[in-house]
């Protein structure tokens, strides 16, 4: 019966021919998150700039005909839902404007409660589920960029 040696084998390099000084390291693979998450903070930037300016474009009788929210309400709704989609994207400016991302998704996972709210009443559950998903890919947008709230307490002035 052979007993093993207790030294560790000398590296596959080694029986390359390669100098054991030249490190190996493979290159990092990039990751695809912060273009996903770029991506999604598009498109829901998309979508509440034309859900936003619609409530402005639609004459008031069409804006009203299946809700018993007023005119106004919903108008300024439609303004939030606009400046909530600059907010998504100002961030791809740089400097202080990058605090302004995950705020504004919040904001706008409130008017998507609010949203599911009044369809789950008014229409019922079926009409909610897009409100509601729409509020969940606002979270983890939330979520994705907290870090750079962060950062503001951070900085000095």
Known sequence: MTTRSSTAAPPVSAHLGLAASV???APRPRSITP???????LALAALFLFAGAMKFVMPAEDLTKD???????????????????????????????????PLAAAG????MIGAVTVNTIELGAAAAVLPFAVGLL???????????VASLSTRTL
């Not at 106004?72 to 740089?94: K, M, N, P, Q, W």
């Not at 706008?108 to 008017?111: A, D, G, P, T, Y």
């Open 23 to 25: 490190p190996h390291s």
């Open 35 to 41: 273009y996903a998450i770029w991506t999604l903070q």
């Open 67 to 101: 809700t018993s929210l007023s005119v106004g309400f919903l108008r300024l709704i439609g303004a939030c839902e606009v400046l909530g989609a600059i907010g998504l994207v100002i961030s791809g400016l740089g400097g202080n404007w990058r605090a302004l991302t």
């Open 108 to 111: 706008l996972v409130i008017i």
């Open 138 to 148: 606002l979270a983890l947008v939330t979520y994705a960029r907290r870090a750079w």
